[in-house]
Structure formats: structure tokens, C-alpha cells
């Protein structure tokens, strides 16, 4: 375990470091007086936004829709297994992390996906697939808090830092498209 306290505190502070980093670029002013309410924005860029007909690409691919879906919820119940042993959480591991292995199969076998990739794509999809399949077999009980610990190493090195980032600036499109009077649109 304390592998994955180490690992844990310098994902926090490259992480931390990062978002300072981002934040030093500072604020963009806006001239145009608000139409609309940044919180507004904010609550619908997380709620109504992120609902599969609100989003062209999810409407074309419902099955990469929920297979994302369930990659991301077998990794954050492989987190959680780690401190709580359970069936359920070890059960949505393997969801997870066949899901992963889904998407893999579809990033290499799809020409223009495959272009579109690099090391980088490859790499964190294998290392988070791993950890959630590790988590899922209580067989590999010893080597759960290294998978762990390897995961929270890479995050922010690669684009699963995405875990941080993709909040932060989902909150700042809900934010200036709500003061733009934007979101959430018009009924």
C-alpha cells in the first residue's frame, strides 16, 4: 500500500502543477455585457450536455458511447477495490475492463482512428484495461496495488490526465457558453 500512497502523491502534484501551469495563462476579458448565466452553464455542460442526444458523435456511435461508459466506471471501481474488497467492484472491473479491450480492438481496426492514434493512446488504454482486469480477478489480489501504483505514476505524464482537465474545462465551456446565454439552449 505504500507504493500506491507514493504514486497517489506525485499523481496529485504533477496533476496540481499542471492546472497551475494552465491557470497562468490567466483570463481571457470578455467585453460584451453576460445574456446569460455562467452557472447555468456550468450545471447543464455536466447534466443535459453529456446526455447521449445532445452530443452528434454519441448519436453515431451508441455502442462506443456506452462501452466508454462502462471503461470508466470498471477503472474507478478498480480504484476503489483497491481499498475495499468487493464483489461488485471486481465485477465492474471486468466490465470495465473488457470494455477496454473493446475499444482497443476498435482503435487499431478502424483505419481512421488508427491515424489518428499515438503511443500515447495505445499505452494508457493497455495500462488502465490492466489495472481494471487486475482488479477483477481475485487471483492477482498481490499485484492490485502495483497495478495501482503504475496507473497513477503514468496518469500525469500521459492523456489519462484527462481525468482532471476534462472537468476543469467542462466547467469553463458550460461557464462562457452559459454567459454567452448559449447554454443551456433554448426548449
Known amino acids: 500500500m505504500n507504493a500506491v500512497l507514493v504514486a497517489g502523491a506525485w499523481c496529485a502534484l504533477l496533476l496540481a502543477a499542471q492546472v497551475l501551469r494552465a491557470r497562468a495563462y490567466g483570463r481571457k ?32 456511435n451508441p455502442a462506443s458511447y456506452a462501452a466508454g461508459i462502462a471503461y470508466h466506471l470498471g477503472i474507478a471501481a478498480a480504484f476503489a477495490r483497491v481499498l475495499v474488497p468487493s464483489r461488485l467492484l471486481s465485477a465492474l472491473a471486468l466490465l470495465g475492463a473488457a470494455a477496454g479491450c473493446a475499444l482497443l480492438v476498435k482503435r487499431i481496426a478502424k483505419p481512421h482512428l488508427r491515424g489518428l492514434s499515438n503511443a500515447d493512446d495505445f499505452a494508457s488504454n493497455l495500462l488502465a484495461t490492466a489495472f481494471a482486469a487486475t482488479a477483477a480477478v481475485p487471483a ?7 497495478a495501482c501504483a503504475a496507473l497513477l505514476v503514468y496518469i500525469p505524464l500521459g492523456k489519462i490526465r484527462h481525468c482532471v482537465f476534462f472537468f476543469l474545462s467542462r466547467y469553463h465551456l458550460g461557464a462562457f457558453f452559459g454567459r454567452r446565454g448559449t447554454f443551456p439552449p433554448a426548449a
Open 29 to 60: 476579458p470578455l467585453f460584451a455585457p453576460a445574456a446569460g448565466s455562467p452557472a447555468a452553464g456550468a450545471r447543464y455542460a455536466f447534466t443535459g450536455a453529456m446526455l447521449p442526444w445532445a452530443k452528434e458523435s454519441v448519436r453515431m
Open 140 to 146: 492477482a489480489e498481490r499485484i492490485l496495488p502495483w
